[in-house]
């Protein structure tokens, strides 16, 4: 299953480092990702380092980017997306819950291309030690630390959207070194994504002295993000609010001031790397993102939801000018529910990116995801009302309306999840999440809440498919995409996801 994961690492690490044509030709093998002898010096490794995040804005050949992938993973089967005339046939099914292996969305080749280039590092970085004497062990620690902690962020995507994943901690250099391997169970998974991260940590860098390399690399703190997310997957709520509290103590971040909304959106979502912000994909003027022809497009495949800004966000009939920030302009256009995230250059509605100037970057996490990851749960822990305190800290910065404020009372844990779960809705919109955050919500306490995903289904399917999709749902085994075919004739050890046989 991995030879079309065995792409040239080298050739990012080309581009990156500016060796010669002629140092190029001289790399070896020349089949794969470059192997031991290319290892040699400091900067080699910075390069290889630099490679995996380079992964995370490209297309591989044949798939699509890891942002449209993780976007489409997080959305699609939630119920904040709506079609239009140009939505594709497997987009279409998706929503519509009728998933077959065919279907290319559910192809992990992006993401696993992203794991064995952190592999590579892995593997074969140590060995400059011996060959650089200006390369450090602290560098080389921290060098490791980045890339475990990425390789560790894939593993946690894979694991909430297909379960079961094969676990892959080995690189693959050559189309020689391919094997084939079964999948490991999701908790075996987790289990070394918890690892990883707790060992990333210790070596990390708090900083690397710049803005952009603060957001675009991971840190400390994008670390204490992470297992903050994985923790809250688990039900570990002490360990997640602990996570969540490094962040929050280490005072070096905040929630973007809210007070002027075109001021609010360009910091936060045009500009990029602000304040709020822990990890974010560095799209720019040479690497864009691949959100036009899906989301800004005239012949674009996917809208917002009508009722995201009618429902999810609300009108105030007596006063209309008084806004959620987060809504109208912000998450999506009112005039034809462009999801404008990615699309605007303002919060005017009007002012639009060019083709040419899809840029905006693609938020892994930020400020505001700590301080509501932190009260689910600290409110699954038992004290709701310091969980209410956190919400009320995001919804007093967006401006949130009032008729959205369900006034749970905060030793009625079920009724505090669910507006913590409807304020993720609107603060994280169209950022991959909702999914995630339904089905977290479901399972919890062994699937206590179905009615969650069932509810949801029976919102957003066409009522003649409703019954289908609603018995679909039943089976716990249909929250989980099936291995895409390709991968089943390549790897003979894989087995289809049990919904799918």
Same mark, same amino acid.
């Given at each position: 299953m991995f030879k079309n994961i065995t792409i040239k690492i080298a050739l990012v690490i080309l581009l990156v480092s500016g060796f010669s044509c002629k140092k190029w030709l001289d790399l070896q093998p020349r089949d794969g990702i470059t192997g031991a002898a290319y290892w040699k010096t400091k900067e080699q490794v910075q390069a290889s380092v630099t490679g995996c995040y380079a992964s995370l804005l490209g297309s591989p050949n044949g798939s699509r980017s890891l942002a449209e992938l993780l976007f489409l993973w997080?959305?699609?089967?939630?119920?904040?997306?709506?079609?239009?005339?140009f939505t594709v046939n497997e987009e279409l099914d998706i929503m519509n819950v009728?998933?077959?292996?065919?279907?290319?969305?559910?192809?992990?080749r992006s993401v696993y291309q992203t794991i064995n280039y952190c592999n590579t590092?892995?593997?074969? *970085?140590? $060995?400059?030690?011996?060959?650089?004497?200006?390369?450090?062990?602290?560098?080389?620690?921290?060098?490791?630390?980045?890339?475990?902690?990425?390789?560790?962020?894939?593993? +946690?995507?894979?694991?909430?959207?297909?379960?079961?994943?094969?676990?892959?901690?080995?690189?693959?250099?050559?189309? $020689?070194?391919?094997?084939?391997?079964?999948k490991t169970s999701r908790d075996s998974v987790l289990a070394?994504? #918890?690892?990883?991260?707790?060992?990333?940590?210790?070596?990390?860098? +708090?900083?690397?002295?710049?803005? =952009?390399?603060?957001k675009g690399r991971i840190t400390k703190y994008t670390i204490n993000a992470i297992q903050a997310d994985v923790y809250l997957w688990m039900e570990k709520y002490p360990e997640c609010i602990a996570a969540c509290n490094k962040i929050i103590n280490s005072n070096q971040f905040g929630l973007i001031d809210g007070t002027v909304a075109n001021t609010w959106f360009n910091t936060l979502y045009v500009n990029?790397?602000?304040?709020?912000?822990?990890?974010?994909?560095?799209?720019?003027?040479?690497?864009?993102?691949?959100?036009?022809?899906?989301?800004g497009a005239s012949s674009r495949h996917l809208i917002a939801n009508p009722l995201v800004l009618t429902d999810f966000f609300a009108v105030d009939f007596v006063n209309p000018l008084n806004i959620d920030i987060r809504g109208d302009g912000a998450s999506a256009r009112s005039t034809d529910n462009m999801i404008w995230k990615y699309s605007g250059l303002s919060n005017d509605n009007r002012t639009q990116r060019a083709s040419t100037q899809y840029t905006a970057h693609w938020f892994v996490y930020r400020f505001a995801d700590i301080l509501l990851?932190? =009260?689910?749960?600290?409110?699954?822990?038992?004290?709701?009302?310091?969980?209410?305190?956190?919400?009320?800290?995001?919804?007093?910065?967006?401006?949130?309306? *009032?008729?959205?404020n369900t006034n749970p009372g905060p030793s009625d844990k079920d009724a505090v999840a669910d507006f913590i779960l409807a304020e993720r809705s609107r603060e994280f919109a169209f950022?991959?999440?909702?999914?995630?955050?339904?089905?977290?919500?479901?399972?919890?306490?062994?699937?206590?809440?179905?009615? &969650?995903?069932?509810?949801?289904?029976?919102?957003? #399917?066409?009522?003649?498919?409703? $019954?289908?999709?609603?018995?679909?749902?039943?089976?716990?085994?249909?929250?989980?995409?099936? &291995?895409?075919?390709?991968?089943?004739?390549?790897?003979?050890?894989?087995? $289809?996801?049990?919904?799918?046989?």
């Open positions: 997080g959305e699609l089967r939630a119920d904040m997306l709506a079609t239009t005339t009728n998933i077959l292996p065919t279907n290319s969305i559910t192809n992990w590092v892995i593997d074969f *970085a140590p $060995q400059v030690l011996t060959r650089d004497p200006t390369f450090t062990a602290d560098a080389l620690n921290r060098n490791i630390a980045e890339v475990k902690a990425l390789r560790a962020l894939m593993y +946690f995507y894979l694991v909430r959207s297909f379960g079961d994943v094969p676990l892959k901690i080995k690189s693959t250099s050559s189309d $020689q070194d391919i094997e084939q391997i079964p070394r994504v #918890v690892k990883d991260l707790s060992e990333a940590e210790a070596d990390a860098a +708090f900083t690397f002295g710049d803005k =952009a390399s603060d990029g790397n602000s304040n709020e912000s822990i990890f974010e994909f560095q799209f720019d003027n040479q690497r864009q993102n691949t959100f036009y022809p899906l989301l990851m932190k =009260a689910e749960a600290t409110n699954q822990a038992g004290n709701g009302a310091e969980a209410l305190e956190l919400v009320t800290r995001v919804r007093n910065r967006a401006g949130a309306l *009032a008729v959205t950022e991959g999440k909702r999914w995630y955050d339904l089905l977290r919500n479901a399972k919890r306490d062994n699937y206590r809440r179905l009615n &969650i995903l069932l509810q949801m289904v029976a919102n957003t #399917v066409p009522p003649d498919r409703q $019954q289908s999709a609603i018995a679909k749902f039943m089976d716990k085994n249909s929250h989980y995409f099936p &291995i895409y075919y390709y991968e089943l004739q390549t790897d003979r050890q894989l087995v $289809q996801n049990p919904f799918y046989k």
